[in-house]
């Protein structure tokens, strides 16, 4: 590859041509190692899967290599939990920035040793929801999760990620604290990647702080995003509704990465290579999708089948849907100086029998 901007420029020509494949399970993938605690870096380190990328990178990069091989378009880097609130839980904080650019910078490796003028490869920085929620859980501000995101941008940028995605967003204040802190880290130092957004729809139908798929995409359709999709929760079944909401409104690219279905009673993840596949082809073949992956329990084989499943396919043209419209917890849409929301409610309350 070539600069940054090239690559960004590149990225955004394919999305335009074909749907591309981001890969599949990181944290999954490590459990199955059944790694000891040494290889965590030390007992105070058990399950701190994003030290991994600095006490065992051979096998980070194993698992990159593997969803490239199988024709992965992006990698995502093994930095899903490394912000400094969450790593401050092991005591490693003030490394956060070091672990995250080596996470970006393995990933990158890989990408590049994987690159081919016909076959393009990209590295998606990932970016979770830490295990704080400004408006679900509390415990955390704006500010202090603003400078989070911005420490982990940062280290990202640093390794060489061409996307920054935030992901498996169930709080859309987190999310606008992590945009801010991109923006903060891409001031500093002066290298511009693509941002994404990709939010969590729980069975219940909503984020975990209660907004729809519309509220959620109104309350960023604002900002400057490469893609807007979903991704974790439930498998894909779960996520029709959601993702045909957004495929007709979104301005941007929309993604969609799901589980291997729901987990059972013991954590097992059973939604086939095959069962995957199918259902996200037939998303492909009603024009709802950008780009395609798999979260939670998807293994190289998922991602395999992926690739084949959407070849060929036409992808998502972006909506130039014009509306007025706000959102909180709910969507509002503004037609001839009133709210249709507002109307609609009306009309239910007259339809209703008088008592």
């Given at each position: ?76 880097t093994a930095s ?69 995101y911005r420490i ?204």
């Amino acid at each position: 590859m070539t600069t940054d901007a090239q690559r960004i420029k590149l990225l955004k020509e394919l999305l335009a041509e074909r749907i591309l494949v981001l890969d599949g399970a990181f944290g999954t993938f490590v459990l199955g190692e059944n790694l000891s605690a040494a290889d965590y870096g030390g007992s105070r380190y058990d399950g701190c899967n994003e030290n991994v990328v600095r006490t065992r990178p051979d096998l980070i990069r194993r698992m990159h290599a593997g969803f490239l091989e199988v024709g992965a378009d992006i990698v995502e880097t093994a930095s899903f939990q490394a912000s400094p609130i969450v790593l401050a839980e092991y005591s490693l904080e003030p490394d956060a920035r070091e672990i995250n650019r080596l996470a970006a910078a393995l990933a990158r490796e890989e990408a590049d040793r994987f690159n081919t003028p016909a076959k393009p490869r990209f590295v998606a920085g990932s970016m979770g929801p830490t295990t704080k929620s400004i408006s679900v859980t509390g415990g955390v501000t704006f500010d202090q999760m603003r400078e989070g995101y911005r420490i982990q941008a940062e280290g990202l940028i640093e390794g060489g990620a061409d996307i920054l995605i935030l992901e498996t967003v169930n709080d859309t204040l987190n999310c606008k604290a992590g945009l801010v802190g991109i923006e903060e880290a891409i001031e500093k130092l002066g290298i511009v990647p693509a941002v994404a957004v990709s939010g969590t729809i729980e069975t219940m139908g909503t984020l975990l702080s209660g907004q729809d798929i519309e509220a959620f995409y109104t309350s960023l359709a604002h900002r400057e995003l490469l893609w807007m999709g979903l991704n974790c929760a439930t498998g894909p079944d779960f996520m029709t509704d959601h993702l045909r909401t957004l495929a007709g409104i979104s301005r941007f690219y929309v993604s969609c990465v799901p589980n291997a279905g729901l987990p059972d009673e013991e954590g097992h993840y059973n939604e086939t290579p095959e069962m995957l596949a199918g259902k996200i082809a037939r998303f492909a073949e009603n024009g709802w999708v950008n780009l395609v992956g798999g979260c939670c329990g998807t293994t190289p084989e998922h991602i395999r089948l992926l690739v084949q499943a959407v070849e060929g396919k036409r992808p998502r043209e972006r909506s130039h849907l014009r509306r007025s419209v706000v959102s909180g917890i709910e969507t509002m849409v503004y037609r001839h100086g009133h709210a249709a929301g507002d109307r609609r409610r009306a009309d239910q309350r007259a339809r209703q029998p008088q008592v």
